[in-house]
């Protein structure tokens, strides 16, 4: 008599997605959060168990989070990602190369999920289109654009922080209000 197989209560994408992380986080370091400055920028301490810990300036890949000067935007995206990664807690990063600043450009794995793609998911911050070609990053902001989450409530400069930071003048930041 054969034995029954066993059935999880898991949709198929699902099950891959987790796969895929757990798969991707079997590769990462495991790091200390010190601070995070904004939505998409981290301090970590990785190393901690050695001789030679170290801090590194962690940016996170395939994401673009509100500049701290687009309020409420900036604010409400530093403080997500501070939920996700509080400081004191440790995360996975897996390292994916390292920008022009010399920050590693990374992905923050915690809670059993990629922060990053999480940021997306939520609204809280935009994919990075000219850097992510990751479709799970796309598919997220999707979901998020289509629930009008977080900055894809109103439309403005919040939802392209790039655009933000390439403008001048006093109305930078300013954020048009449709009503």
Not at 69 to 79: T, V
Not at 85 to 108: C, F, K, Q
Request: proline fraction near 7%; charged fraction near 20%; aromatic fraction near 8%.
């Amino acid at each position: 008599m054969a034995k029954p197989s066993l059935q999880l209560p898991v949709a198929p994408g699902l099950a891959l997605g987790l796969l895929a992380v757990a798969c991707a986080a079997a590769g990462a370091e495991p790091c200390a959060v010190d601070h995070c400055h904004d939505g998409d920028t981290c301090t970590l301490v990785c190393g901690r168990h050695t001789d030679t810990p170290r801090r590194v300036k962690v940016r996170l890949h395939c994401i673009d989070a509100p500049e701290l000067s687009q309020a409420p935007w900036g604010r409400w995206s530093a403080e997500a990602l501070r939920w996700y990664v509080p400081a004191g807690s440790v995360v996975d990063l897996e390292a994916v190369t390292t920008d022009r600043y010399g920050r590693i450009v990374g992905v923050l794995h915690a809670r059993g999920v990629r922060v990053n793609v999480e940021m997306v998911r939520w609204g809280f911050a935009a994919v990075y289109e000219r850097y992510c070609t990751d479709p799970v990053y796309h598919d997220a902001r999707e979901l998020a654009q289509g629930m009008r989450l977080g900055i894809w409530a109103v439309p403005g400069l919040h939802q392209r922080p790039w655009e933000a930071r390439s403008r001048s003048g006093p109305d930078k930041h300013i954020i048009r209000r449709y009503n």
